[in-house]
């Protein structure tokens, strides 16, 4: 996305650039929850450093004299740690900062927002600005869902993590409402997420209508035209096909996607080789423990190493490999939700 000094730290992602950095970042980034301006960061151990930092910090620059600037946020490992107080702290700082440069007593805060975001971990405090607004998994194309779905940033991310390509075929016998499908057609696509919904910096003064509309054009400039790409995308709830079926049109890839009412021991392959990926329930969520059991057990039998094959499953088991019948090749750590999960992938061949 042409962003600069690009740093990755734990649970967050820093780089820099200008307002259409920002904007891009919005429109592409397929596994970011939030894009948030960085105002300042600074050390504090009491409420008097914590107001004289957030004080200082050049606030005017983005909220003007009617704007909105609720805050919120979270402290972990810091001799700050109640939250509400740092909050009204936080908050008294902003406001006696905007009263100095406005020269106004009263903020009724009834134009746009710009919601403050706080993180103290270890002392440290950083405050931000969120320009998303809703989180970035919600990409718009899914107002409704079935039990328990998995977020789409996520489903976006087991498809990277599974090397998806926009000559594979991919496989989902227990769609649900269809997420990993969508989202690994909105990959291999290069069909940027946040197409389909606003952002709260859509509202702001700060970045032009042009620039937006620049953007969006760029971004769709680059989707791919991929006639090898195609999901088959399976699952025993018709319910659930059918809201899989409309999340599909919403998002622009119906005509990629083949739904079809089955049974996972019914699993077929149309293709001559594929890419497997599944989130199947887990028993603490939906199902009983032995019934998800027998699910992994039923997935060993069908999910057959075989050259040009990957299967890919995320479960929080630890027995998942000895259910599935076979040691996996690779693992990788993953959360869905407040659920601690693996991502169990496969992609040997037998002997290889």
């Known amino acids: 996305m042409s962003a600069q000094n690009v740093q990755a730290e734990n649970g967050r992602v820093l780089f820099s650039g200008d307002a259409q950095t920002l904007i891009r970042a919005n429109f592409c980034s397929r596994y970011a929850e939030r894009i948030l301006l960085l105002i300042g960061e600074f050390h504090a151990v009491t409420f008097e450093s914590l107001f004289e930092g957030v004080k200082a910090l050049p606030w005017e620059r983005w909220i003007g004299k009617t704007d909105r600037f609720p805050v919120k946020g979270y402290s972990l490992n810091s001799r700050l740690f109640s939250v509400r107080d740092c909050q009204s702290i936080i908050k008294k700082a902003v406001v006696e900062r905007l009263k100095q440069v406005y020269h106004i007593p009263w903020f009724e805060e009834t134009g746009d927002l710009y919601q403050i975001q706080f993180s103290i971990l270890k002392d440290h405090v950083s405050l931000m600005i969120d320009t998303s607004g809703e989180g970035l998994h919600k990409r718009g194309y899914r107002p409704a869902a079935n039990a328990a779905p998995i977020r789409e940033t996520l489903a976006a991310a087991l498809c990277r993590f599974s090397h998806l390509r926009g000559y594979h075929t991919l496989y989902d016998p227990m769609c649900g409402s269809g997420t990993i499908p969508i989202e690994g057609a909105l990959l291999a696509l290069n069909i940027a997420p946040g197409l389909f919904r606003d952002f709260t910096a859509r509202h702001w003064c700060h970045f032009p209508d042009r620039l937006w509309r620049q953007e969006k054009e760029r971004a769709q400039s680059l989707q791919k035209s991929e006639p090898q790409f195609h999901v088959f995308a399976s699952d025993i709830d018709r319910r659930s096909l059918e809201l899989a079926s409309g999340n599909a049109r919403r998002g622009g890839v ?94 040997k061949p037998i002997g290889g």
């Not at 890919?312 to 407040?338: C, T, V, W």
């Open 254 to 347: 119906e005509k990629f996607i083949t739904f079809e009412k089955a049974d996972l021991r019914a699993f077929q392959k149309h293709s001559e080789k594929g890419t497997v990926i599944v989130n199947p329930p887990y028993g603490e969520r939906l199902l009983d423990i032995k019934e998800a059991e027998e699910i992994y057990r039923i997935m060993g039998e069908k999910f057959l190493p075989e050259r040009g094959w990957t299967y890919s499953i995320i479960s929080p088991d630890e027995h998942f490999e000895q259910l599935f019948g076979r040691k996996a090749d690779k693992r990788r750590k993953l959360y869905n939700g407040m659920i601690k999960c693996q991502y169990y992938m496969y992609f």
